[in-house]
């Protein structure tokens, strides 16, 4: 059984920062890949950030350089490190993973609002 559970989101001013967190249920090597999606309202869910099995990093150019996404194997955790948030960061960010069958597993979801 695959659970995401997400935590870490929440309110902060414009140039703050939040982490947010995303455990697994199991290995996380289990995934062939594991990432971080937002979806804003009239827009599809988009990839803000992702991380494979062997290390490799993508980033959604709107994120590049204040967005860090990295994963704590001993914890089985997922984690995205947001600096420098800007009003149009807010929105709801979602935990996803993949294996290797390309069977996708889905987070609740956290809420990022950033005011101005």
């Known amino acids: 059984q695959v659970q995401l559970v997400e935590s870490g989101g929440g309110l902060v001013q414009t140039g703050g920062s939040l982490r947010l967190s995303c455990a697994a249920s199991?290995?996380?090597?289990?995934?062939?890949?594991m990432g971080w999606y937002r979806q804003a309202p009239g827009n599809q869910r988009e990839l803000v950030a992702s991380?494979?099995?062997?290390?490799?990093?993508n980033y959604a150019d709107s994120v590049r350089g204040r967005f860090t996404i990295s994963r704590d194997n001993a914890k089985n955790t997922l984690y995205l490190q947001m600096n420098s948030l800007k009003p149009e960061d807010t929105t709801v960010y979602y935990c996803n993973a993949e294996d290797y069958f390309a069977a996708g597993f889905w987070g609740q979801g956290t809420q990022v609002t950033v005011t101005s």
């Open positions: 991380i494979t099995s062997g290390g490799s990093t």
């Open positions: 199991g290995s996380v090597f289990r995934f062939y890949s």
